[in-house]
C-alpha cells in the first residue's frame, strides 16, 4: 500500500457542528501533516506528527484540535469553525521527520462551512 | 527568511517545445528542494527531489546554490504533462522537515 487514505472526500458542516476529518497510512511512514490549500493557492502547514508526537503547530487556531492514536492514523477534529475555514485539508506522511524523501500525500477533504 | 518564489502563475507552451519553469528560493541552510505536481482532480504527487538527480517522466531540475534557483525543465513538452507544478523548500525545523511550497505554476501545453 503506497497511498495516503483521507475520509470524508467531501464535508459540510455548519459553525456549530463537531466533526473529524481521518487520514490513514500504511507505508510505515513515522512523520504525518495536516495542511490547508484555499483555492488557487499552494498548501499551508498546520502540524507535523513525528513518531506520533505533535512537533509542530503553525499557531493553528484550537478550533482545529489534531491527534495522531497510533502510526498509521491522523485525526483533525473540527469544532466551530468559520466560513473561511472552508478549503481542501490535506494530509501527507513521510518516512520520518526528515523528509529527504518527499512527502506522500492524499488526495484531500473538501471542507465548506456554512 | 524562509520563501520559494515562482513568478509565473501560467506558462503555455505548445507540444515539443521545451519548458522551464522557474523556481528560487531564501533560505540560509543547506536546502533540501522538491518540485510538486498536481494534475486536474488528482492528488499532489512527487515529482523530483535534488537530493537524487533523477529524471522523472523527462523533467530534470538542477540545484543552483549561486542563483538559490532550482528551475524544472523539459526539452519537449507533452500533453500530459499540464498540470499545476509546485517547488517546494524543505528546511529542518526543530529538527523535523516542514515544507514550504512556493505559489506554483500552472502549465498549459497546446497540441
Known amino acids: 500500500d503506497t497511498e495516503v487514505t483521507q475520509t470524508p472526500k467531501h464535508l459540510v458542516m455548519g459553525m456549530t457542528n463537531k466533526k473529524s476529518l481521518k487520514c490513514e497510512q500504511h507505508m510505515g511512514h513515522r512523520a504525518m501533516y495536516w495542511y490547508k490549500q484555499k483555492a488557487k493557492k499552494p498548501p499551508e502547514l498546520m502540524f507535523v506528527?513525528?513518531?506520533?508526537?505533535?512537533?509542530i503547530n503553525e499557531s493553528v487556531p484550537s478550533r482545529f484540535s489534531p491527534e495522531c492514536p497510533n502510526s498509521s492514523l491522523l485525526n483533525l477534529h473540527l469544532h466551530a469553525l468559520q466560513p473561511e475555514d472552508s478549503a481542501l485539508y490535506l494530509c501527507a506522511s513521510s518516512q520520518d521527520g526528515g523528509g529527504n524523501w518527499g512527502y506522500t500525500f492524499g488526495s484531500g477533504t473538501r471542507l465548506t462551512v456554512v | 527568511a524562509q520563501r520559494v518564489t515562482q513568478p509565473e502563475k501560467l506558462l503555455s507552451v505548445f507540444k515539443g517545445a521545451p519548458v522551464e519553469l522557474k523556481c528560487n528560493y531564501s533560505?540560509?541552510?543547506?536546502?533540501?528542494l522538491f518540485w510538486y505536481v498536481q494534475y486536474s482532480r488528482q492528488r499532489l504527487q512527487l515529482l523530483l527531489r535534488h537530493i537524487s538527480r533523477e529524471s522523472i517522466k523527462g523533467f530534470t531540475a538542477d540545484l543552483n546554490k549561486g542563483e538559490t534557483s532550482f528551475h524544472l525543465k523539459k526539452p519537449f513538452a507533452q500533453e500530459e504533462d499540464s498540470a499545476m507544478y509546485y517547488c517546494?523548500?524543505?528546511?529542518?525545523?526543530?529538527?523535523?522537515?516542514?515544507?514550504?511550497f512556493g505559489a506554483g505554476t500552472r502549465l498549459a501545453v497546446h497540441p
Open positions: 506528527y513525528s513518531y506520533e508526537k505533535l512537533s
Open positions: 517546494a523548500l524543505g528546511p529542518l525545523s526543530g529538527g523535523y522537515n516542514k515544507l514550504i
Open positions: 533560505y540560509s541552510g543547506s536546502p533540501e
